[in-house]
DNA sequence: AGCCAGGCTTTCT
DNA sequence: AGAAAGCCTGGC
């Protein structure tokens, strides 16, 4: 899938990705909420880890760790192991027009291997906000809650914190996230997790319907959540969040659902949902700001 | 039982 | 002012 060569700096190397990577695409599709943007490329949080990566060449990457921490962690992370270019080729132009316009120009992303607790409060945080709140309240989950860390050129920022530190919050504590009244949703799905009702080590051994029914009985989960869980946290590449865009494509494009071919794209139709999900949203974003 | 309206906090455009 | 990757509750 992919070639590395060194370029010699400690812990800097280049890496060759050779199928459907972009880091812009990635970054705005709705799945991650911490990325920082710094000069030409990102700081990725990763439960204790943090990447600075930056694109150098058309499929070249430069990455501040080492090829052992590449391997072990943002290989999975990014899932270079999958070819995305391959499920991007299942959609026939003639089958399905709109989803393969939206593929065409979703080119690039993939869905990333996150991890399932902070992505369970990350989307229940997400309830009727748009991206950028998402993303302040988020940090400010994690500047209250999360472990301060320093990166090695100095970088300060926080991990996301755990079941324990969330709910160790005070009422106060967690009320200057401003989560507004999703808060006692977040306190509730810590507090779960703390009793053992809510395991991901468990819940990863479960087939995705048996997931979104587990994810379901936590208080503020409904079944938008769940899906976004099971696919950006436990990697269902087959769920299919249907939230305000995806039901306007499904309602306006698919005859209400009925004509979209979820048989034809099974097990991927996550990855289809997030190309017509990011192509429906510019598409009217397009709109509105003319 | 299953559907639906109303309400909820805050932020961004 | 209206919308924003929804969910809970109560009433029919």
Redesign the pocket.
């Known amino acids: 899938m992919y070639n590395m060569k060194k370029v010699g700096m400690r812990g800097v190397f280049v890496i060759r990705i050779e199928d459907d990577f972009d880091l812009e695409k990635i970054a705005d ?3 991650c909420f911490r990325w920082q943007r710094d000069g030409d490329g990102f700081r990725i949080p990763f439960r204790d880890s943090l990447l600075f990566i930056r694109k150098v060449g058309p499929q070249d990457y430069e990455v501040d760790c080492t090829e052992e921490e590449f391997d072990s962690i943002w290989r999975p992370y990014f899932d270079l192991v999958r070819s995305y270019r391959a499920i991007r080729g299942k959609i026939k132009k003639k089958d399905d027009p709109v989803l393969f316009e939206a593929a065409k120009l979703g080119q690039g992303i993939r869905i990333l291997k996150q991890d399932p607790w902070e992505m369970l409060i990350t ?1 229940i945080i ?8 998402i993303r ?1 309240a988020v940090e400010a989950v994690c500047r209250a809650a999360g472990k301060k860390k320093t990166a090695k050129d100095g970088t300060e920022w926080y991990m996301f914190p755990s079941a324990e530190e969330i709910a160790s919050l005070s009422d106060e504590a967690l009320a200057s996230c ?1 989560l ?2 999703r808060d006692k949703y977040v306190r509730a799905a810590a507090e779960a997790a703390l009793r053992g009702e809510i395991d991901f080590r468990k819940l990863s051994a479960l087939s995705h319907e048996d997931c979104l029914v587990e994810l379901q009985k936590l ?8 899906q ?1 869980v099971s696919l950006f946290g436990l990697h269902h590449l087959d769920a299919f ?1 249907r ?4 039901l306007r494509v499904l309602d306006e494009v698919y005859d209400g659902g009925k004509n979209y071919r979820f048989d034809a794209y099974a097990p991927y139709n996550g990855v289809m949902q ?1 190309y017509l ?1 990011e192509y429906y ?1 510019n598409k009217n974003a397009r709109e509105v700001s003319v």
Do not use: E, L, M, T
């Not at 208080?219 to 769940?226: E, L, P, T």
């Not at 939230?243 to 995806?246: A, E, K, Q, R, T």
């Open positions: 599709s709705g799945q989307f997400s309830q009727r906000k748009n991206i950028p709140a302040q401003r507004g009244y208080y503020g989960v409904g079944i938008k959540v769940a976004c969040p939230d305000v865009w995806i997030q999900f949203r």
